[in-house]
């Protein structure tokens, strides 16, 4: 799995950091997405998936890989 | 096919916790609908999870406040589509909202709201304290479910917390669709010369809150620094403070479920997030207004259309939520929309979670035998108010 994240779009809700702290941050300035792991662990992409459904503004992008 | 014409935004209820049946009904037979808003325009009602999430995250789509149609009448007159003031910015758009937004963003974050819970703890221990002093019975919303958020997003303002008489009852004028547009622009105005008379008492004082480090370096000039204030502390108090009371109402008369987050406190994260997909206190929804012919769901929604987006009825759809009429708080309710959907999604998500973890947890394992001092049907409901709850919830304990 291969995480993209799109800051620019971000509108810092916030989501993806509640839903998985270990693959996705906030930064401090001005609460945008920080990703943290842009290829999670097999126990991570569940999560990861669920962040990008969860997040408001499409900022998030999963993909899977071979 | 005879032509489904929705009169009106459905809002009767006939029990506390659910929206009008009539919403249901529309959902399940057609779930975008054409729409009579009270001031005659005819536009749209949306009522299902899809259609919420596809229509907020559609940027075709405008919140801009002078293109709204409102669905609900205000003291039985039409609430004109207005001027949104400048820094009122949930009323906007990009690029407008984005410049506004990313100043307060990184003041919500998840790591910045989890480093408020000791102080959240203090405020809410401070006030069972208090309500075990007052004895019982009490009215659980001026001793706990008002103050607590209330003194929260005071201090993280830097509001003073002693002045908030002026703000709150101008608030309760401000959102009862009962009082006239007259009389609910003069509270708004009140509550903005407070507002603009503090920015200016906050530029000499250089205090750590947010209000003084957005005067210190936001660039923002003094009408947009009060309405934004005035956003914000209007958010802060009235979302937080109705769940707190409407929740604590449900799980009262839901005992099997206060029972099974009593024997398992890991349960409350789910618990909140369930609450607030049962309860959706932004019980008349939303609005977007199509800034183009939009084609969505078959259907043609032409540009200057109002769509009505109920969050109660999304949140209640049984395509994605099961059983979506009981309260269950072990269920995965992630994924509501009680908090909305796309660039507007609520800023202070994140603070109203905390609050209600802690609020919630405080408040049963100091009072476990909790219960409602008055029968059910007598407690008052706030069914006129933009934002539902209950407006007292009288509660006793031994």
């Known amino acids: 799995m291969r995480i993209e994240v799109d800051p620019d779009v971000c509108i810092g809700s916030g989501m993806c950091a509640l839903t998985d702290p270990d693959v996705f941050d906030q930064s401090e300035e001005d609460g945008t997405v920080v990703l943290l792991d842009g290829r999670p662990a097999p126990d991570h992409q569940e999560r990861a998936r669920q962040a990008q459904h969860l997040c408001p503004s499409g900022a998030i992008r999963v993909m899977d890989e071979r | ?398």
């Open chain 2, 1 to 398: 096919m005879t032509e489904t014409v929705s009169t009106g935004l459905p809002v009767g209820r006939s029990n506390p916790f659910d929206p009008s049946d009539e919403l249901g009904r529309l959902r399940a037979q057609r779930p975008l609908c054409p729409m009579r808003f009270p001031d005659g325009h005819v536009g749209w009602l949306a009522s299902s999870h899809s259609l919420a999430r596809e229509l907020l995250a559609d940027q075709r789509f405008s919140n801009r406040g002078e293109l709204q149609h409102s669905p609900v009448a205000v003291g039985g007159e039409v609430m004109p589509p207005r001027e949104v003031p400048r820094g009122l910015f949930l009323a906007t758009d990009p690029p407008d909202h984005t410049r506004y937004r990313r100043l307060l963003t990184g003041q919500f974050t998840v790591r910045r709201m989890n480093q408020l819970t000791s102080r959240i703890e203090r405020i809410v221990a401070d006030h069972l304290a208090a309500m075990r002093e007052h004895g019982s019975p009490a009215d659980l919303v001026p001793v706990f479910a008002r103050p607590i958020p209330s003194l929260v997003i005071c201090e993280m303002l830097g509001v003073p917390y002693a002045e908030r008489d002026t703000f709150q009852r101008n608030t309760a004028v401000a959102m009862n669709l009962e009082h006239t547009v007259e009389q609910m622009n003069a509270a708004v105005a009140e509550i903005q010369t407070y507002l603009r008379d503090l920015v200016r008492r906050k530029r000499s004082q250089h205090d750590d809150d947010l209000l003084s480090g957005l005067i210190a370096s936001s660039g923002l000039d003094e009408e947009e620094l009060t309405n934004v204030t005035f956003l914000l502390l209007v958010a802060g108090h009235e979302t937080t403070a109705n769940m707190l009371g409407l929740g604590t109402f449900a799980l009262l008369q839901n005992p099997r479920q206060l029972a099974a987050l009593r024997s398992d406190p890991a349960l409350m994260d789910n618990a909140v997030e369930e609450l607030l997909r049962y309860l959706t206190i932004v019980q008349f929804g939303t609005t977007r207004t199509a800034l183009q012919d939009v084609e969505v769901d078959g259907h043609v929604i032409k540009a200057g259309d109002t769509v009505s987006i109920s969050l109660p009825a999304a949140n209640r759809d049984p395509e994605k939520f099961e059983h979506p009429d009981a309260l269950d708080v072990s269920r995965a309710a992630a994924g509501h929309v009680a908090f909305g959907h796309g660039i507007h999604q609520c800023l202070g998500q994140q603070l109203a979670r905390i609050e209600m973890r802690i609020g919630y947890t405080g408040l049963f394992r100091e009072f476990p035998d909790l219960r409602l001092a008055v029968p059910a049907q007598d407690v008052p409901l706030r069914d006129q108010m933009s934002i539902y709850g209950v407006h007292s919830l009288p509660v006793e304990w031994s």
